[in-house]
């Protein structure tokens, strides 16, 4: 991967999106969203200088640092997350009606074991296609124009097209898989995972740096098989996040914290994980940043306020 330079430059890419908290049906809770809002977060506070790439429509109702494109006659991505109460004769004495994984971002009933959540899609923003991202420098690549990039969509909205243009554009790419392997239901818009081998994306893997997957979405990964091409790192919420390369791996701990959302930890963990390679840490201390920046989060609702005194 060779060693980063002085000033290195990122690119993220994905809509931002509305999410929407529900307890038993009832609102309880609404926030920005979307897997850059988080990243941005982290990266703008540790001064690393980025161009985003995001998608909104005219809905857009909150205020960010970095601007995305407004889309006409379209919808901001909007996500519904039900949680609900476990039944008191059902309940057994550790059901606290709160997903157990610190690190994951949007969980939903189908796709993961936590009975007390489901995610839902109600609209989805328009994809972001080769042509919203920057143009390269040249037609003859001898260099990259991104020392880094990241793909972190969060509904279907970054195409196998924008990703390949991506791995030209960026000479270290980081890939939540969430970003490929989501499927939703046409009927309620439920959200589900399909296994990586059956996406159209698998072709691309041997081209990716950092792959990045929640516990659950890793049964959807041929971890052995993808550890071969790229560096996976795997978040498992209380017990941190376990590190894959083909050589070998390493457990690195997370941080005690009181959870109140788990909504965008693993995107806030991305998002420090990648800081702290771009600013010269290995990828064990770097993972250890990624889970600090992941407890910060699941302790707030929403993007978290981060104290920079205690980055110190």
Known sequence: ???????????????????VILRDGAVVGESLG?????????????DIPCTYVSKVGPDFAYSVAHLP???????????????FSPSPPAAGPHASGCPEDQQDCHRSHTLHS??????????????????????PSSLTRSDFDFDFGMAVGVAGEITPETLSRLLDLCRVLF????????TFDVADGTVS????????????LPRISFLKASSDEAEYIDIQDARNSCCVIVTDGREGCRVYWKDGEFQVPSFPVIQMDPTGAGDSFLGGFAAGLVQGLSVKDAALLGNFFGSLTVGQIGVPRIDSLKLQ
Not at 34 to 46: C, K, M, R
């Open 175 to 182: 890939v939540d898989v969430q970003a490929l392997i989501r």
């Open 69 to 83: 494109c407004v889309v006409p006659h379209t919808k901001t991505t909007l996500f519904h997350a039900h949680f």
């Open 114 to 135: 936590h009975q007390d959540r489901t995610l839902k899609l109600l609209h989805a923003c328009e994809p972001i296609s080769i042509s919203d991202l920057p143009l």
């Open 1 to 19: 991967m060779g060693r980063w330079r002085s000033g290195s430059k990122g690119l993220v890419v994905g809509n931002y999106c509305h999410d």
């Open 193 to 204: 995972l399909a296994h990586l081998r059956d996406t159209h994306f698998v072709h691309l």
């Open 34 to 46: 979307g897997a850059a809002s988080f990243i941005a977060n982290v990266l703008d506070l540790l």
